[in-house]
């Protein structure tokens, strides 16, 4: 469930969100610092006023929206993206299969289902969040990545939510890590049947070992999707889900829902707006303790750092830069950013 609308990009936004630029991580209720709320919200509307006005043919004059056209910023160059040939794939279709490899841990790659042809106007405005539903975006880029660096901390039972067409955070879990389950899942149908065929091109090339992977659509606001998955996963993770202001407290209180009594939740997200700030509060107010990571891995803040420097138009840290946010239910969070 990610991040924007097709072809979107983001408005220019003020620094990120924290406290300093060193390494170090704010924990407790009282460590997010207040801030002018920006145009991150603003921004999300506009996107889906832009896809409206797109899919149904109408002008788009406003300035919000003319500010929302075009996705700028699309990747920190974590993976490897290659076309596969009709040789390499037994897909008849006219559907687009790639390869996603790492860059920095190449013995791990993935076949992913690029291309789900048109949109429907009536899935789009009618459906739940169909925004995953565009490509990889940043955010889910990096949590795989992170997950890669991190493979050997997972454990037990992880599901990835909102995790669009792709879920490819997820999928890296099942593809590297010692784990006994992964579920894979979001809250619109539309992306779930593509994970679904996914998850079966990736089981038939023996990706997954002995891992059991599965993928569900789970709706946050959902008592049924929620009950059933209860107390039943060591690890929850999602990728810049934060964005819908009336899914957000649902979100938080899915994770802690989901999550076994000493399980974590990994949460990337870029400040954009108050969003971040506003779904820690939550995270806080819920019982969770909620610790925020900026340089959790060296080489996705090295490319930031990096589009800092050069001033880069298009890169704006407070939409594109996903900060790590760890919840955990015991008193102490784990610190898996170190």
Known sequence: MEKGSTGATEKTQSALPCKDKSDEDSCGPNSHNSREAT?????????WTLLRQVL??????????????????ATFDLFRRKKLSAQEHCDTSDDQWVEYRSVYYPEYGAFLRDNMGPLKVNEVLNSFDNTGNVCVWPSEEVMAHYCLQKRHSFKGAVCELGGGMTCLGGLMVAISADVKEVLLSDGNEKSIQNVRRVVERNRQAGKFGSTHVSSRVVRWDCEVDISALEGHFDTVMCADCLFLDQYRACLVDAIRRLLRPNGMALVFAPGRGETLTLFCRLAQQAGLCVCQHQQYDAQVWDVHLKMLREGKQAYDENIHYPLLVTLTKGPQPVNQAQ
């Open 39 to 47: 145009c991150g919200a603003t921004a999300g509307r506009a996107r």
């Open 56 to 73: 149904r043919q109408k002008q788009t004059d406003s300035p919000e929206v003319k500010q929302v056209s075009v996705r700028r910023f």
